[in-house]
């Protein structure tokens, strides 16, 4: 079964401490994995994925394939990062429809 | 460009009633989709369109129905409202190119059912 697990409900950090959002997922073929965050008060938004390979906002993902996993992470965490982050898988021939995880809730504290 | 475009942005419904929530987007997305958000559960997809007249089941479409008319409005009907159905909705849309699988979401409808 396709599945996308996120084990972490909320983390919490200090500004400008390393940050990993764990994300694994279950998948019999090669997916493509995204993560989404979505601030206050906003709308859900693509903030990374695979395929790219390339860094927003100072976060990376590397998707693992033998792990199956696609953690996020940032050396150095903002206040401005504090918001809820979800990690969403798509199939071959899924059509584009995601599955996401359960997300986490990422607090930043100063 | 306004995007994806979602109304109401909030919505009491009684048991029993029955609703329609819009969804419309000006990007020429062939892809459209609603989801479901409830806490602790992240999004499901209820159901799910890759183009005008085509629409299919996603994983959790019971007691809900769509239609897709044109390519840019994707309305979501409940049938008989149940408190079960009390989420935030969003609809999302993007290009069915597998190169560029980006959803675009809708800023959500809030909807309360007692």
């Known amino acids: 079964a396709q599945r996308v697990t996120q084990p972490e409900k909320l983390l919490s950090v200090f500004k400008g401490a390393p940050v990993e959002l764990k994300c694994n997922y279950s998948?019999?073929?090669?997916?493509?994995l995204f993560w989404y965050v979505q601030y206050s008060r906003q709308r859900l938004q693509l903030l990374l994925r695979?395929?790219s390979r390339e860094s927003i906002k100072g976060f990376t993902a590397d998707l693992n394939k033998g792990e199956t996993s696609f953690h996020l992470k940032k050396p150095f965490a903002q206040e401005e990062d504090s918001a809820m982050y979800y990690c969403?898988?798509?199939?071959?021939?899924?059509?584009?429809?995601?599955?996401f995880g359960k997300g986490t809730k990422l607090s930043v504290k100063p | 460009n306004a995007g994806v475009t979602q109304t109401p942005k909030f919505q009491v419904l009684k048991t029993g009633q029955s609703m329609t929530l819009q969804c419309a987007q000006d990007?020429?997305?062939?892809?459209m989709s609603w989801y479901r958000q409830d806490p602790g559960m992240g999004l499901r997809l209820i159901h799910y369109?890759?183009?005008?007249?085509?629409?299919d089941q996603g994983e959790v479409p019971n007691g809900y129905n769509v239609s897709r008319s044109t390519t840019e409005d994707f309305p979501l009907r409940l049938l008989s409202a149940a408190p079960s159905q009390t989420s935030v909705y969003f609809c999302?849309?993007?290009?069915?190119?597998?190169?560029?699988?980006?959803?675009?979401f809708g800023p959500g409808t809030r909807l309360t059912v007692t």
């Open positions: 969403a898988l798509s199939g071959i021939g899924s059509q584009g429809n995601l599955i």
């Open positions: 998948y019999s073929g090669s997916p493509e």
């Open positions: 990007m020429n997305h062939e892809y």
């Open positions: 695979h395929i």
């Open positions: 369109s890759v183009g005008a007249g085509i629409t």
């Open positions: 999302a849309s993007s290009w069915t190119d597998r190169s560029s699988y980006e959803q675009y």
